[in-house]
């Protein structure tokens, strides 16, 4: 009698017969699968696309030269260049432009030294394939521009044609010179790129002897390492240089937020399915008691009955593994656009044209859905292995008294309970700058937390039926008494089906309580740095800074001022800026006029401080993370690079700002503009007369300057407006996971229902032939449900709560280092616990229906 007999002779026909309850369960840990391959899709395939668009454009380029983004001086070419071994150091410019006309797209001006760039990156036309054609008459042509033929035929453009661009100048015309075949630097960003030459484009965005990168290649055996240390040596401190690979940094530290917490939420749908799977092998032990009683009784070992259950458990998660890929596949198709579009928003411009995915993570992730249903299974597999075969071979009903109700269960409970609350405690104790401040060791007390309430669960389920029992079943008639009483009878296997909900809720109440933290959080934040009642931009909608904003010159400002309303107007600049190997944001504004209208949120120092310390002065201010980070408080002093070189600044307070997870500074914008050399903003925000309709001057701003450029003229209403969506674009794909928890969590109510129901086969035929009718029988079935969804509601919305927090602890405040309040989204608490209710309703009603059709002789002769 070997295992391989067993599957194939005793399995195949249970599976047959239990075909409901086996496609349940496997689908729980299918779609807890596919949540981590999504994941692992999308993030790879970012990174992918990111690195492939700066080797594209890199070339032949070995090294980088990069310093704020407002560019710095073009001279520190000739420094690079005489470095020895240096071959070729050429000027690169990387900005934003947009389509005036046709669709408005967004895409990624290059601009390149065309006389010698052809030394590093290769061009290829359309026509002949030649490199850019006549570079002299492209130089002398300060109009002239280059498209990839993608870009072009997409938006109906020929060679020769005359296009317009919004650029920092406002809409220039420009012509199409020629179209680039997807080689080289044009199939980089998905083929949304334009090449130009370096100094047309400084002229018109605003960046007149400036560049943004020296892109560099070396004189044959050159040295990595040697000609690093040797460039950098000839630099001022604050630029940055670095292998075009090594950019890669950015994006990998702008997802690391989005990985850990999808990394979260994946894990526990997967710990929701090994609940499915438990109460799935759980429910199969006991209705297979005399099956396992006969095997014991012609010889079968323990080991032997183990191998069956364990082995059933293992086709079935490794289908549903196989399955839980594919499934995987399609979600990554949906969701990489949001992703890519939240980091194009927010930080930089990611394109993903093709998703990439590694095998190596595939078996992984399947392996890891295998040993989670096998780990779920062991428990109930050891329980059918120690039934003794005698006692087995009897038809006895289904016992309480299994695992779930012993000491054993009540003891891991507490203890990892209190491992939750010591290794908070730890965390709370150790340094801002300890190891154990991380959002893993959060992430270690939330599960700990999740898993000892899931496993307080029969506790809690019998408290809920007594009070349930005594005080509210009455109400409900025979149906709600006998409901009542059937849930008590097993409470073991009710309980999984309530952890399995608990699990959903939980995640979903957390989830929405940080969101709603955020929200609010930023809200105030932007109420208190910005008094504005309308904000004008170009490029975007937001123009913070953003890799689709274009900036616009300072002189806007005196203009707008200009307008029939305006009361004031004030410009608003933000750049970012290397500093100890980071890249901090920058930024700038009219500290003496602001701070009248604005309160500012300071964790140390005072307004008066601010007010007297930074205008025109060489102060700043920092938030909370880059205090933190790197030891600073009130009255010390920060060397920061320039285009000139280091300066050093005083911090003259310390504020709360949710811009940068890397930090944040402030500084007066003439000070800005002293030391940078720069006069570009990017919002200009302005404040109307008492009494003005905010339509009608919007109206004029947009009839004052719409025929030079293409403005987003936003009230302030509307400006929030868009960063509710852009939250809502975050989490998104948070969201989508939450509910494949709840829809796994429905199912684990299923299978409970139906296992109840074959079981109480007999005593539904008993009901029938006395009376009952078939609307009652369902009626008993479906309140049953709905109590199981409210036992999981009622414990997973209090535990979500504890959860919020601890989100916003470990997911906020350890990446943006600032304080947040967690505000108590009871909205989403009450909808939570509808939703639980009405879904475990929905759940019951297949199950009701089996047991409504149930014939009263068929059911009498049941055994």
Not at 10 to 17: D, E, G, N, P, Q
Not at 329 to 349: E, S, Y
Not at 527 to 547: H, P, Q, V
Not at 840 to 863: H, M, S
Request: aromatic share 8%; charged share 20%.
């Amino acid at each position: 009698m070997t295992i391989i007999n067993l599957l194939r002779r005793i399995s195949l026909k249970h599976v047959r017969y239990q075909k409901a309850r086996t496609i349940i369960a496997a689908f729980g840990i299918c779609l807890g699968v596919a949540s981590m391959v999504s994941i692992d899709i999308v993030n790879e395939s970012v990174l992918r696309s990111f690195e492939e668009s700066i080797n594209r454009v890199a070339g032949r380029a070995a090294l980088q030269v990069t310093g704020a983004d407002s560019g710095f001086p073009e001279d520190m070419i000739d420094r690079i260049q005489r470095v020895p071994g240096v071959e070729f150091a050429l000027p690169i410019i990387e900005t934003t432009a947009h389509f005036s006309e046709g669709t408005g797209r967004s895409f990624m001006i290059l601009g390149v030294d065309s006389l010698q760039d052809h030394q590093i990156r290769s061009y290829k036309l359309t026509d002949d394939g030649a490199d850019i054609p006549d570079p002299l008459m492209f130089l002398a042509k300060s109009d002239s521009i280059l498209l990839t033929k993608k870009m072009a035929d997409r938006e109906g453009i020929r060679i020769d044609q005359a296009i317009r661009i919004q650029t920092v100048q406002g809409i220039k015309t420009f012509y199409v010179r020629g179209l680039l075949n997807p080689d080289g630097p044009a199939g980089a960003s998905g083929g949304d790129i334009a090449v130009m030459d370096v100094y047309a484009v400084q002229k018109v965005f605003g960046k007149e002897g400036k560049i943004d990168r020296v892109d560099i290649s070396f004189l044959p055996n050159g040295n990595l390492d040697v000609m690093k240390e040797r460039i950098q040596s000839a630099l001022p401190e604050g630029y940055y240089v670095d292998t075009p690979m090594g950019r890669t940094r950015q994006i990998e530290n702008a997802t690391l937020r989005f990985r850990k917490s999808m990394g979260m939420v994946s894990f526990m749908a997967l710990f929701v399915g090994m609940y499915l799977i438990y109460n799935t092998v759980a429910i199969s032990v006991v209705q297979r008691r005399k099956e396992i009683g006969i095997i014991r009784a012609l010889g079968g070992t323990r080991g032997q009955v183990i191998g069956l259950f364990l082995g059933e458990t293992t086709v079935l998660s490794g289908i549903a593994s196989l399955l839980g890929i594919g499934l995987g596949i399609v979600f990554a198709k949906l969701t990489v656009g949001v992703v890519a579009q939240n980091l194009t928003d927010l930080i930089v411009r990611a394109t993903v044209t093709e998703l990439s995915f590694s095998w190596s993570n595939f078996g992984f992730d399947a392996a890891i859905g295998i040993a989670a249903s096998l780990g779920a299974a062991l428990v109930p597999a050891f329980n059918g292995a120690n039934i003794a075969p005698i006692s087995a071979i009897r038809s006895l009903p289904y016992s309480a008294d299994g695992f779930l109700l012993g000491n054993k269960i009540k003891f891991l409970s507490l203890f990892c309970l209190l491992a939750a609350l010591v290794t908070f405690l730890i965390y709370m104790g150790a340094g801002t700058s300890s190891e154990l401040r991380s959002s893993s060791v959060i992430f270690t007390i939330i599960a700990l937390l999740l898993l000892g309430v899931s496993l307080s669960t029969p506790a809690f389920l019998k408290l809920f039926m007594r009070a349930f029992h005594n005080r509210v079943a009455s109400r409900f008639g025979a149906s709600g008494r006998l409901a009542g009483l059937n849930l008590q009878k097993n409470i073991s296997r009710n309980a999984v089906a309530v952890a399995a909900v608990f699990f959903g809720i939980a995640l979903s109440v957390g989830s929405s309580g940080m969101v709603h933290s955020v929200r609010i959080s930023l809200y105030e934040y932007f109420d208190s740095i910005i008094s504005a009642d309308i904000l004008i931009s170009s490029g975007n909608s937001l123009s913070m800074g953003s890799s689709a904003s274009i900036p616009m010159p300072i002189a806007m400002v005196k203009q707008v001022e200009k307008i029939p309303g305006i009361l004031s107007a004030e410009p608003f600049r933000k750049v970012y800026v290397n500093y100890q190997g980071r890249r901090i944001l920058l930024e700038m504004f009219d500290v003496a006029f602001r701070m009248k209208s604005c309160p500012f949120m300071i964790s140390k120092g005072s307004r008066e401080d601010m007010i007297r310390l930074m205008p025109g002065q060489d102060n700043i201010v920092v938030d909370e993370g880059f205090a933190v980070r790197h030891h600073i408080s009130p009255g010390d002093s920060i060397m920061l690079p320039t285009p000139g070189g280091p300066r050093r600044f005083g911090v003259a307070a310390i504020v709360v700002a949710y811009d940068s997870d890397a930090g944040t500074i402030l500084m007066d914008i003439n000070t800005f503009q002293r030391y940078w050399q720069d006069n570009l903003v990017d919002i200009v925000e302005a404040r109307v007369k008492p009494g003005t309709d905010l339509a009608q001057v919007r109206e004029a701003i947009l009839r004052r300057f719409g025929s030079e450029r293409k403005l987003f003229v936003l009230p302030a209403h509307e400006f929030k407006e868009e960063i509710r969506k852009i939250l809502d674009r975050m989490f998104l794909v948070s969201n989508a996971v939450n509910i494949i928890s709840l829809i796994i969590a429905g199912f684990g109510i299923i299978v409970t229902l139906l296992a109840s129901v074959l079981e109480r086969t007999r005593e539904i035929g008993v009901l029938r032939s006395i009376g009952m009718n078939r609307s009652q029988v369902a009626g008993v079935v479906i309140i049953e449900s709905m109590l199981l969804g409210a036992a999981g509601g009622l414990l997973g919305a209090a535990t979500g709560i504890l959860v919020g927090w601890l989100n916003v602890e470990g997911f906020f405040r350890i990446d943006f280092g600032a304080s947040m309040s967690y505000h108590i989204h009871v909205v989403s608490i009450v909808f939570a616990m509808g939703l639980a209710v009405a879904l475990a309703a929905l759940a019951g009603l297949y199950p009701a229906w089996r047991a409504a059709k149930t014939k009263i002789v068929d059911a009498l002769a049941y055994e």
